[in-house]
């Protein structure tokens, strides 16, 4: 089984020419080269989101089955994840990374944004800087005369290392488009702002983030367009409309695949069995 790496496309070749029982999945809603290479050569072709069938070459069995979603998320308890994060009752909580090393313009745009909320107090706001933002965030909200030191309401880490809860507790969720990322927005049902990086193959995290907007279950902003009034007057609407925000997180759950694993590794284990008999 071939997850679209690049390394995978050869091997899957080689068991297809040896019909050794082979299968990929492919979880971006635009498909790698690699998963394209082997499109027509594998047994089964298991797709993350049906608008990545129209990228691919033609063949009638396609099988959407969802991403891999932990199961930690599923069970995460959303009133103890708030109490456990200091979220006060009928307080609206927000979550903010993007991405293990932190991107600037999304550092800038988020200390814009705390600028906004920090001093109404209305907001509980978790934001990861990512390593490179350490110090960046800081120093942006000093400029702005931000008083986020022992600020109850602002929670501002470098890395989120519990992320089931935070996602447990948050309303609202800032971040990137990457696929896991969008699996467990839409398997627990949050509104989100998607922010895609450019810097990844073939702009696949934009594909990724229309997907959610096409079906009205985020909002999207472009990293060339992002601006901190930009993200500012997104989370403004957003919040400000209770009910709206309640619509586009189910709208995000009827997307979700929660069960995704499972689904995997059905067709995993009849892909087995058939070529068993």
């Known amino acids: 089984m071939g997850t679209g790496s690049y390394i995978s496309a050869p091997i899957l070749l080689a068991a297809a020419a040896l019909r050794i029982p082979c299968m990929t999945h492919e979880a971006n809603a635009l498909p790698g080269v690699s998963n394209r290479m082997v499109a027509q050569k594998v047994d089964k072709f298991l797709l993350a989101v049906p608008e990545a069938e129209k990228h691919l070459p033609p063949r009638p069995d396609y099988i959407v089955t969802g991403n891999p979603v ?12 708030r109490t456990h994060l200091g979220v006060r009752a009928g307080q609206l909580c927000l979550l903010s990374f993007g991405g293990s090393l932190g991107a600037q313009t999304i550092n800038e745009a988020v200390a814009a944004l705390m600028a906004w909320h920090v001093p109404e107090g209305k907001l509980h706001h978790i934001h990861a800087t990512g390593q490179y933002g350490v110090e960046l965030l800081p120093r942006l909200l000093r400029e702005k005369g931000v008083a986020y030191e022992n600020n109850p309401n602002l929670d501002i ?11 447990a507790a948050a309303d609202l969720v800032i971040a990137r488009a990457g696929a896991i990322t969008l699996a467990e927005l839409t398997a ?3 509104a989100s702002v998607l922010i895609p990086s450019p810097n990844v193959a073939e702009n696949h995290q934009y594909h990724n983030a229309m997907v ?3 079906h009205k279950a985020a909002v999207v902003i472009e990293e060339k367009d992002l601006t901190g009034e930009k993200l500012v007057a997104a989370v403004k609407e957003m919040t400000a409309d209770p009910e709206k925000l309640r619509k586009i997180g189910l709208a995000a759950k009827a997307l979700g695949v929660p069960n995704a694993c499972g689904h995997i590794t059905d067709e995993l284990l009849d892909l087995y069995k058939t070529h068993r008999k």
């Open 212 to 214: 959610l907007a096409n």
């Open 188 to 190: 627990v049902g949050r």
């Open 70 to 81: 932990r199961p930690e998320i599923l069970a995460a308890d959303r009133a103890a994840a």
């Open 157 to 167: 880490r470098e890395y989120i290392h519990d992320m089931p809860d935070c996602l």
